[in-house]
């Protein structure tokens, strides 16, 4: 597949969140299971993670489990909690020599001791990188997310660090999982769902929107291209008039 041109209208998206979806459905029209699907979507991470610099694009955030996700069959979980395990340990060294941070969010005290510790090394590993920032979110929910910040909000009006009159956007945003990172510009959701399924709920408001048929194992380098050229016709309004510039 030829990888397109991308249009010079707009500046190319800075931030690009990804709900990777469909390894279940991909696998089971060849006949394997599950687990075989989510391998697959893990190599289709490693495309996407390579091809984004080259792209400008300098945030890639990727919906990795669920909050919601912890209800699947006891046996699906463990496998994917030890892809993410392999995952981990097999691709932080590969991460940090090509510049790529590493970051994770979500609700971590869910997730086995071994497995935070292996996040733990590859964030303090990556953390001076800057060539891209990749988060994925894992145990995350967006709703979650929110009730954690109003929380953290509440013990400080309460400890006398902040009047409830001082609560604004940015006081919000400042005590969400995502503080520090800037909102995404593209939220691309592939195998054929719209929905965004309780992902950066707050951090979408003026995300565009792009919904694509491939299932994420199938998901390539020259597809993100395609999208990020798609984006970069679209007038982006913010609620105005006219279209801001990134």
Same mark, same amino acid.
């Given at each position: 597949?030829?990888?397109?041109?991308?249009?010079?209208? +707009?500046?190319?998206?800075?931030?690009? $969140?990804?709900?990777?979806?469909?390894?279940?459905?991909?696998?089971?029209? +060849?006949?394997?299971?599950?687990?075989?699907?989510?391998?697959?979507?893990? $190599?289709?991470?490693?495309?996407?993670?390579?091809?984004?610099?080259?792209?400008?694009?300098?945030?890639?955030?990727?919906?990795?489990?669920?909050?919601?996700?912890?209800?699947?069959?006891?046996?699906?979980?463990?496998? =994917?909690?030890?892809?993410?395990?392999?995952? =981990?340990?097999?691709?932080?060294?590969?991460? %940090?020599?090509?510049?790529?941070?590493?970051?994770?969010?979500?609700?971590?005290? +869910?997730?086995?001791?071994?497995?935070?510790?292996?996040?733990?090394?590859?964030?303090?590993?990556? $953390?001076?990188?800057?060539?891209?920032?990749?988060?994925?979110?894992?145990?995350?929910?967006?709703?979650?997310?929110?009730?954690?910040?109003?929380?953290?909000?509440?013990?400080?009006?309460?400890?006398? %660090?902040?009047?409830?009159?001082?609560?604004?956007?940015?006081?919000?945003?400042?005590?969400?999982?995502?503080?520090?990172?800037?909102?995404?510009?593209?939220?691309?959701?592939?195998?054929?769902?719209?929905?965004?399924?309780?992902?950066?709920?707050?951090?979408?408001?003026?995300?565009?929107?792009?919904?694509?048929?491939?299932?994420?194992?199938?998901?390539?380098?020259?597809?993100?291209?395609?999208?990020?050229?798609?984006?970069?016709?679209?007038?982006?309004?913010?609620?105005?008039?006219?279209?801001?510039?990134?």
């Amino acid at each position: 597949m030829t990888t397109p041109i991308v249009s010079a209208d +707009r500046d190319p998206p800075r931030h690009v $969140a990804i709900i990777m979806d469909g390894n279940g459905r991909w696998a089971k029209t +060849r006949g394997r299971p599950r687990i075989y699907g989510h391998r697959q979507g893990a $190599a289709a991470v490693r495309r996407v993670v390579e091809a984004a610099p080259d792209l400008s694009i300098r945030y890639l955030t990727l919906f990795g489990f669920s909050s919601e996700n912890w209800i699947r069959p006891p046996d699906e979980v463990e496998e =994917l909690m030890g892809l993410l395990r392999f995952y =981990l340990r097999s691709e932080i060294a590969d991460l %940090h020599r090509n510049g790529v941070r590493l970051t994770v969010i979500g609700d971590r005290e +869910r997730l086995a001791p071994d497995i935070g510790e292996l996040i733990r090394h590859g964030e303090s590993l990556t $953390a001076d990188n800057r060539r891209l920032t990749l988060t994925i979110a894992l145990s995350y929910g967006g709703r979650l997310e929110i009730a954690a910040a109003a929380r953290a909000l509440a013990r400080d009006v309460a400890q006398g %660090h902040l009047a409830p009159e001082d609560i604004d956007e940015a006081a919000v945003a400042g005590r969400l999982f995502t503080a520090g990172l800037p909102d995404p510009d593209l939220l691309i959701r592939t195998s054929g769902e719209q929905r965004i399924s309780n992902f950066l709920l707050w951090q979408m408001a003026y995300a565009e929107l792009m919904f694509v048929d491939a299932h994420w194992p199938d998901f390539t380098g020259a597809d993100l291209a395609q999208a990020v050229a798609a984006y970069r016709q679209r007038e982006r309004r913010f609620g105005g008039t006219r279209a801001k510039r990134d």
